[in-house]
């Protein structure tokens, strides 16, 4: 039995995530979201390439490469040494500074709301989160970009259903 729509439960989860990203935001206008997620995912996952950026953050190349010239004229970003056409960069002490800020006012705008539960509500939604989030992943670049603000490391030591998500994918196609 499918479930009827919910318009006003779904309307208050996306008023609740509008909240969230406004909090966690404020307070960064020299960063716009793309920026702040370029930066996270090269501080993870970095060096990378700018193609692999793009992907990640759901951006054109183009708008990264010109996102990249605003973090490298910061001193956020650097480009290193060419493979061919590919151009891989890495975030700077200052980049890492900045995105280690991020992270910390994400988490403690996070850790802020769940200051209203009691730990059994606490529990509770960490199991219905989880199935969100497993629920949101319908591609392995999805399930990238859903990620790309994380602070990654702690969630996969205690199971990243985003990650356990598209590990159970079925494989895509070959490329023709």
Do not use: Y
């Not at 602070?151 to 356990?164: D, I, L, T």
């Not at 079925?170 to 490329?175: M, N």
Request: with cysteine; aromatic share 2%.
């Amino acid at each position: 039995m499918v479930p009827m729509p919910d318009p006003v439960l779904a309307n208050r989860l996306a008023a609740l995530a509008t909240a969230l990203d406004d909090a966690v935001h404020a307070e960064t206008d020299d960063l716009s979201p793309s920026a702040v997620a370029a930066l996270q995912t090269i501080r993870q996952d970095g060096p990378l390439a700018i193609q692999d950026v793009a992907k990640t953050i759901g951006l054109t190349h183009s708008a990264t490469v010109r996102l990249i010239d605003r973090l490298e004229k910061d001193w956020l970003v650097r480009r290193l040494s060419r493979k061919g056409r590919e151009v891989r960069v890495e975030v700077t002490a200052r980049g890492r500074r900045r995105a280690a800020q991020f992270q910390d006012k994400r988490l403690a705008v996070a850790n802020g709301l769940l200051d209203a539960l009691d730990p059994a509500e606490r529990q509770a939604l960490a199991g219905i989160l989880d199935k969100l989030l497993a629920a949101s992943v319908v591609d392995p670049e999805g399930a990238t970009r859903t990620c790309r603000s994380c602070e990654r490391e702690g969630c996969r030591k205690a199971g990243c259903p985003v990650e356990a998500a598209a590990r159970a994918l079925p494989p895509a196609p070959p490329p023709r």
